[in-house]
């Protein structure tokens, strides 16, 4: 089981699964996943790399998904980058949201 997120029903779903696949049932509106990882001390969320089967997530969607709270994790602070490894990830990611 792997930390993996999707864009899909213009929402960002984070979830503990084997495939992105698994993280919802229909398709139809997924745009890009990922990886994600998660500090809960200091309320900050990475999202990384991206999903073999749906692409990267575009960083404009996750932006705009992340400033109108189309997500589960009020207070919380996204970065995002395409590196495919969290460490790296954590030095080379943008702030979704001020």
Same mark, same amino acid.
């Given at each position: 089981?792997?930390?993996?997120?999707?864009?899909?029903?213009?929402?960002?779903?984070?979830?503990?699964?084997?495939?992105?696949?698994?993280?919802? #049932?229909?398709? #139809?509106?997924?745009?890009?996943?990922?990886?994600?990882?998660?500090? &809960?001390?200091?309320?900050?969320?990475?999202?990384?790399?991206? #999903?073999?089967?749906?692409?990267?997530?575009?960083?404009?969607?996750?932006?705009?998904?992340?400033?109108?709270?189309?997500?589960?994790?009020?207070?919380?602070?996204?970065?995002? #980058?395409?590196?495919? &490894?969290?460490?790296?990830?954590?030095?080379?990611?943008?702030?979704?949201?001020?």
């Amino acid at each position: 089981m792997h930390k993996k997120f999707i864009i899909n029903e213009g929402r960002l779903k984070l979830d503990v699964v084997d495939q992105h696949v698994d993280i919802a #049932s229909d398709h #139809s509106t997924t745009n890009g996943g990922g990886w994600w990882h998660i500090d &809960e001390k200091n309320r900050i969320i990475w999202l990384y790399g991206r #999903s073999m089967r749906f692409g990267a997530a575009p960083q404009n969607e996750l932006k705009k998904i992340i400033e109108t709270d189309k997500h589960d994790y009020p207070g919380y602070t996204f970065f995002h #980058s395409y590196a495919y &490894e969290a460490e790296t990830a954590k030095k080379i990611s943008v702030m979704l949201n001020p």
